[in-house]
């Protein structure tokens, strides 16, 4: 994709997204407003998250896990409010029991007649975002935010849990204060869904699985045919070894969740970044540089403004 680098994006711990890989999890370096943080009594609860969430058809899940999960319906993980964030400010282990031991909740949903969970799994991406923050940053940050005991005890536990349940994986990515970019090329323009709730305008988008792989395959086969820069790839690849581990008939959603109130009313509304996103990619395809660059560099100036609330905040 031309124009502006399309790094991961540089958040801290469970606050970025978390991208699992061949050597178990990958993050970003965190921002520069990270570290004044715990000196400064920043509150968690100001931090605006975006979702990128995998459902599985119910049948995929275990009947212990079905029982649970579907005698409620939850439609959001209220531990991602506070408690997965709250345990980077103590820079201690989470609390809570062992994964092996927890079945956390799930999102339920229904689509002409057939039943969809999406796990939180809370714990296990707050573990994984704890180890692959020590791998992220220099050894001294790393010590003062989360000490090396505490990192000894999350891997134990995710190896734990790994030898109890190796299907067990994580259904979510999040960021914080955007949408990383290439999650929209796993949509359609026209799988944008505008809604309205008490709360405000909400945003999204959902498509089947199967669809969501073969876009994202598409998208890298484009940049993989002008050589784009390595980095970038490499993050689209990861995003494409993540979707590959759902079966094709479950479903896709990117949500904007609480990113949609850093933009205006209005802006929302004319938000389109799938689309533009494409646009991009096509003229990219078709050989346009100058189109494309052009197209996405309108698109990352967006995504800049709306991100520049984090320094605000």
């Given at each position: 994709?031309?124009?502006?680098?399309?790094?991961?994006?540089?958040?801290?711990?469970?606050?970025?997204?978390?991208?699992?890989?061949?050597?178990?999890?990958?993050?970003?370096?965190?921002?520069?407003?990270?570290f004044l943080w715990q000196g400064a009594g920043y509150s968690p609860s100001v931090i605006r998250t975006a979702y990128l969430r995998a459902y599985e058809r119910a049948s995929c899940f275990t009947q212990v896990e079905?029982?649970?999960?579907?005698?409620?319906?939850?439609?959001?993980?209220?531990?991602?409010?506070?408690?997965?964030?709250?345990?980077?400010?103590?820079?201690s282990m989470p609390g809570g029991e062992p994964l092996?031991?927890?079945?956390?909740?799930?999102?339920?949903?229904?689509?002409?007649?057939?039943?969809?969970?999406?796990?939180?799994?809370?714990?296990?991406?707050?573990?994984?975002g704890l180890l692959a923050f020590r791998t992220s940053v220099p050894q001294e940050v790393a010590d003062a935010f989360v000490p090396e005991n505490e990192a000894r005890r999350a891997a134990a536990e995710l190896a734990a849990l790994a030898d109890a349940n190796p299907r067990v994986r994580s259904h979510i990515l999040h960021a914080n204060w955007h949408v990383p970019l290439r999650w929209f090329t796993a949509f359609d323009p026209l799988q944008r869904i505008l809604t309205e709730d008490k709360d405000g305008l909400r945003l999204r988008y959902e498509t089947?699985?199967?669809?969501?792989?073969?876009?994202?395959?598409?998208?890298?086969?484009?940049?993989?045919?002008?050589?784009?820069?390595?980095?970038?790839?490499?993050?689209?690849?990861e995003l494409v070894s993540w979707v590959e581990q759902f079966a094709d008939d479950g479903l896709l959603?990117?949500?904007?969740?609480?990113?949609?109130?850093?933009?205006?009313p209005e802006d929302l509304v004319e938000d389109h970044s799938a689309a533009e996103l494409w646009?991009?990619?096509?003229?990219?395809?078709?050989?346009?540089?100058?189109?494309?660059?052009?197209?996405?560099?309108?698109?990352?100036?967006?995504?800049?403004?709306v991100r520049s609330s984090e320094v605000v905040n």
């Open positions: 994709m031309p124009g502006a680098p399309l790094h991961p994006v540089p958040c801290v711990l469970v606050l970025q997204e978390i991208v699992p890989n061949d050597a178990g999890y990958r993050s970003a370096a965190p921002s520069s407003t990270a079905r029982d649970r999960w579907l005698a409620g319906s939850a439609v959001s993980d209220p531990a991602d409010a506070g408690d997965s964030r709250r345990w980077l400010i103590s820079a092996a031991a927890s079945l956390g909740g799930a999102i339920v949903r229904r689509v002409d007649g057939r039943t969809f969970l999406c796990p939180h799994r809370t714990r296990l991406r707050m573990l994984a089947d699985m199967a669809e969501a792989k073969a876009r994202l395959t598409r998208s890298l086969e484009v940049l993989d045919e002008v050589s784009f820069d390595e980095s970038v790839v490499d993050a689209v690849r959603e990117l949500d904007y969740g609480t990113v949609a109130g850093l933009f205006l646009s991009s990619l096509d003229a990219l395809a078709a050989g346009d540089l100058p189109l494309a660059e052009r197209l996405f560099s309108q698109m990352a100036d967006k995504w800049t403004f």
